[in-house]
């Protein structure tokens, strides 16, 4: 079975902290993505990985970076958290094989609330 | 244009019976992958069914099924049965497969998402 897991299920922060959120796979996927979503606007991408080190921005970037230095382990980071970034983050990886065939499985998600 | 349209916010369903979740899709490739998840409360998203363009019979796994309609662009999911358990958010999603570009790998699209309420 798919494994993929995030650091926290729930998370508090004050405006302006430095935020890290971190997904680990345990399939060796070569694909890793971050959404948010929130409600009446659906999962928004945010950035995804397709390698070590590579990292493509998503639909919704902005104030947001990511970082892939080991394959298992994708980490989103909020530089400086603001109070319109409170969400649900969802964490998902895909094998990277098979083009359209290819099915991402999903972290249990991280509610962040910036107060 | 929206690529893949819920257009049903809530159902309801007697519990044991059947429920049809609809989804269309927009696409101009010819190879494209279609997918449910099921969000439950806790808000992990699960994945239930996959449908491949070129696939000629319906996807069907447990009490899941797929009516994969290709001239209509349409991939609708039946839950047979229906349990309690089954109460979620249910989510279609898209993944088209006609450019190789690895800066565009993987990227799949959502709907909003279907609520679905079994009631006892």
């Known amino acids: 079975d798919v494994k993929v897991t995030q650091s926290s299920r729930y998370l508090v922060k004050r405006t302006g902290e430095k935020v890290f959120l971190e997904c680990v796979q345990d399939?060796?996927?070569?694909?890793m993505f971050w959404y948010r979503q929130d409600p009446g606007l659906g999962l928004r991408l945010i950035y995804f990985?397709?390698?070590?080190?590579?990292?493509e921005k998503g639909d919704i970037p902005e104030g947001y970076s990511v970082s892939r230095e080991k394959k298992e382990r994708f980490s989103l980071i909020l530089e400086s958290a603001s109070t319109n970034q409170t969400s649900m983050y969802l964490c998902?990886?895909?094998?990277?094989?098979?083009?359209?065939?290819?099915?991402?499985?999903f972290g249990p998600g991280t509610r962040l609330t910036v107060l | 244009a929206q690529k893949i349209t819920q257009t049903q916010p809530g159902m309801f369903v007697q519990e044991k019976e059947a429920v049809t979740l609809d989804c269309t899709y927009d696409?101009?490739?010819?190879?494209?992958?279609l997918f449910w998840y099921k969000q439950p409360s806790s808000g992990e998203m699960i994945f239930l069914i996959y449908?491949?363009?070129?696939?000629?019979q319906n996807a069907t796994e447990g009490r899941y099924s797929l009516n994969f309609q290709k001239a209509r662009k349409s991939a609708n999911l039946v839950i047979s049965a229906s349990q309690l358990g089954d109460s979620a958010m249910y989510f279609c999603?898209?993944?088209?497969?006609?450019?190789?570009?690895?800066?565009?790998?993987?990227?799949?699209?959502f709907g909003d998402g279907t609520t679905l309420t079994v009631k006892p």
């Open positions: 998902a990886s895909s094998t990277g094989q098979g083009g359209f065939t290819d099915t991402q499985y």
């Open positions: 999603a898209m993944r088209e497969g006609d450019s190789n570009d690895d800066t565009n790998a993987g990227k799949s699209t």
């Open positions: 696409t101009s490739d010819q190879s494209y992958g």
């Open positions: 399939m060796d996927h070569e694909n």
């Open positions: 449908q491949g363009s070129y696939d000629e």
């Open positions: 990985s397709y390698d070590v080190k590579m990292k």
